[in-house]
């Protein structure tokens, strides 16, 4: 059976325990690969490799810690098929998914930070004819990042990215659920030269890895992705260390529909938003309220398109649209969900159990497309994160009814408003409480802005400038001229 490695001062190594755990197919539940069990021992063996890598590393010119990324980017590029395939075996989502949309995200997110880090200057502030002050940005040293299983190696590659290339170096840990990605990318980064102990990346579990990293006082930041709960956790320990965090958590997200948006543009990209990756996307809309004189026109459409079109199944077969869902233990809290808006009134539309396809997949974890409606806004069901292929649809009267839904949960990354009315949809996106706003569409990317969310969603942004940000550190020097 394939063994994954740690990857530690530029190679590839066992865990000191020599302990694995198993890996699992989720469109078969069955073992094929062992990810290591790492622990405190190996994050000490990362910690110390990337401080000894970081005096070469910061002080390596800019344009020469770029190139160096491009590299991994076009081998990433050459590799396309053989980490999409990878990637959809470890997470369940379908191949075309992987293909066109989770690798490529990953290989422009090291585009993106290693021609960026080209255009990031100091500022200077004149004082008239007084002083002059300059500001440097300096990385800050070795720098932790955390990331989830739902989009394995472009969440991974979106925090590595800017801290690699602002200069810091870095150890890393992807989630045990989907180790697969990141380990091949740690192949990659040999065959590309990036100097030994500037990336290292350890796999394990979230409390036995994630936490000694966290308590670990030579990892000056954490960039982390995952939910809410972790994110508490980790903002406890580090707190009082002084780490700086980024912290990118859970989320809610309501889609709102008036009755004057385009509809059937409105209906595809609802379906999408609502489904995409098997509804496992932070940014997924998974309370959807619409106004009452459409609300029976969109249940009726919305409910046929997705059965339709959703496809559960092999997540290898092209014709599948909804792949397998990540590991049990997330199928059965979806399930579990299901049966909780059962009983707090909720009508199921379409979808609500599980399905076993034939063949390979046979024993796989599916869960049909499900729509529930009847349920109040402040349930649980409403108010929880499920993080599953499953949707609430709810009718409203009046703006001031739909906002005061829509903020209603603790969450506030992301929300999507159909209208084709200007003045309701600035109106409207100056007063929701999230950190993102979608006029019109969903998902659609431009990795300069701002990511992230308010609220229990989490503290600090990723992308662009702000990435860049959050792993340097300002150093302001004032002059006095005259
Ligand atoms: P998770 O919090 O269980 O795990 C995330 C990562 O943290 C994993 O690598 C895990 O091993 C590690 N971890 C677990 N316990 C830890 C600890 N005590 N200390 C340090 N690290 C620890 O999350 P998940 O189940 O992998 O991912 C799903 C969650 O991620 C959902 O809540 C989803 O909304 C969220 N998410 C948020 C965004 C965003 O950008 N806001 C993006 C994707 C996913």
């Known amino acids: 059976m394939q063994k994954i490695l740690n990857y530690i001062n530029g190679a590839l190594v066992e865990p000191a325990s020599k302990q694995y755990i198993d890996n699992v197919d989720p469109s078969t539940g069955k073992v094929y690969s062992l990810c290591p069990d790492s622990d405190a021992q190996d994050i000490e063996a990362a910690y110390k490799a990337a401080e000894a890598a970081f005096e070469g590393w910061s002080n390596t010119p800019a344009e020469k810690r770029s190139k160096v990324m491009l590299r991994i980017a076009e081998l990433l590029e050459k590799n396309l098929d053989k980490f999409a395939e990878a ?30 880090i080209e255009h990031y200057a100091s500022e200077a502030h004149p004082m008239g004819e007084h002083a002059i002050n300059y500001t440097t940005r300096t990385p800050i040293g070795v720098v932790g990042c955390i990331s989830p299983w739902n989009l394995p190696l472009y969440l991974f590659t979106w925090k590595i990215a800017p801290a690699i290339a602002s200069g810091n170096c870095v150890v890393a840990k992807p989630s045990e659920v989907t180790p697969m990605t990141a380990y091949l990318l740690s192949e990659i980064c040999i065959e590309a030269g990036l100097p030994k102990g500037v990336l290292n990346i350890v796999h394990g579990l979230g409390p036995k890895v994630g936490s000694a990293m966290t308590v670990h006082p030579g990892i000056k930041a954490i960039s982390f992705t995952g939910g809410t709960r972790t994110g ?18 859970g989320g809610k997200n309501p889609n709102m529909i008036f009755a004057d948006c385009d509809f059937d543009k409105m209906l595809t990209e609802t379906v999408r938003s609502s489904f995409l990756n098997q509804g496992e996307i932070c940014l997924c809309g998974s309370r959807i309220f619409v106004e009452r004189p459409i609300y029976e026109k969109f ?22 649209k909804t792949g397998a869902i990540v590991s049990q233990m997330h199928f059965d809290k979806v399930l579990s969900y299901i049966e909780l808006a059962k009983q707090e009134g909720g009508t199921i539309l379409c979808g609500g159990k599980s399905i076993q396809p034939t063949g390979r997949c046979a024993t796989g974890w599916f869960i049909e497309p499900t729509v529930i409606e009847g349920l109040a806004y402040d349930c649980r069901t409403n108010q929880e994160e499920i993080f599953g ?22 969450y506030g990354l992301a929300s999507v408003l159909w209208t084709e009315n200007l003045t309701r949809a600035h109106r409207l996106a100056g007063k929701i409480k ?30 662009g400038w702000e990435a860049l940000r959050f792993f340097t550190e300002a150093k302001n020097v004032c002059i006095k001229i005259s």
């Open 87 to 116: 990637e959809t075996i470890d997470q369940g989502k379908p191949l075309w998914l992987s293909q066109n949309g989770e690798i490529p995200r990953a290989i422009s997110n090291i585009h993106f930070f290693a021609t960026a």
């Open 232 to 249: 508490a956790e980790i903002a406890r320990v580090a707190a009082p260390m002084f780490k700086k965090l980024s912290l990118e958590l």
């Open 299 to 320: 249940k009726k459409a919305f409910v046929e398109k997705v059965k339709a079109e959703l496809v559960v199944g092999d997540p290898l077969d092209p014709k599948t």
């Open 389 to 410: 292929p499953v949707v609430t649809i709810t009718p409203f009267d009046t703006e001031e009814e739909v906002l005061m839904m829509a903020n209603s949960t603790e």
């Open 434 to 463: 999230a950190g993102i706003v979608w006029i019109n569409c969903w998902l659609l990317r431009d990795l300069r802005t701002p990511f992230g969310g308010v609220k229990s969603s989490g503290v600090g942004r990723e992308g």
